[in-house]
């Protein structure tokens, strides 16, 4: 029985510790991505608009206006109720008045 206990303890710890290292490498992994995502204020300025824009950093509605050549912003994205409060991640309907090629 003591044996049995013993072995058990044996499985728990080694799956505990390969559950940690599976962790680590995950977050490792993921923060390498996000680094790698990571552009400065001006590289994020030269993104192209589609359709469906998403806020990035340091980005205002007046910039994505002018980036993105729509001056309807406001009034296409009822959800916004503060033009004042746009944030990174926000997503916005983008509707060019000359849409590029």
């Not at 290292?21 to 996000?34: D, G, R, V, Y």
């Not at 806020?55 to 002018?66: A, F």
Request: aromatic share 4%; proline share 7%.
């Amino acid at each position: 029985m003591a044996s049995k206990k013993a072995s058990i303890l044996a499985i728990a710890d080694a799956a505990s510790w390969y559950c940690a290292i599976a962790l680590i490498a995950l977050i490792l992994l993921s923060s390498l991505k996000e680094n790698s995502l990571v552009r400065g204020r001006n590289q994020v300025l030269d993104l192209p608009c589609d359709e469906i824009y998403v806020v990035g950093e340091g980005e205002t509605l007046h910039t994505i206006s002018d980036k993105c050549d729509d001056p309807y912003i406001i009034e296409q994205n009822p959800h916004i109720h503060d033009p004042d409060d746009v944030f990174p991640g926000l997503v916005i309907k983008i509707t060019p008045q000359n849409p590029r090629n």
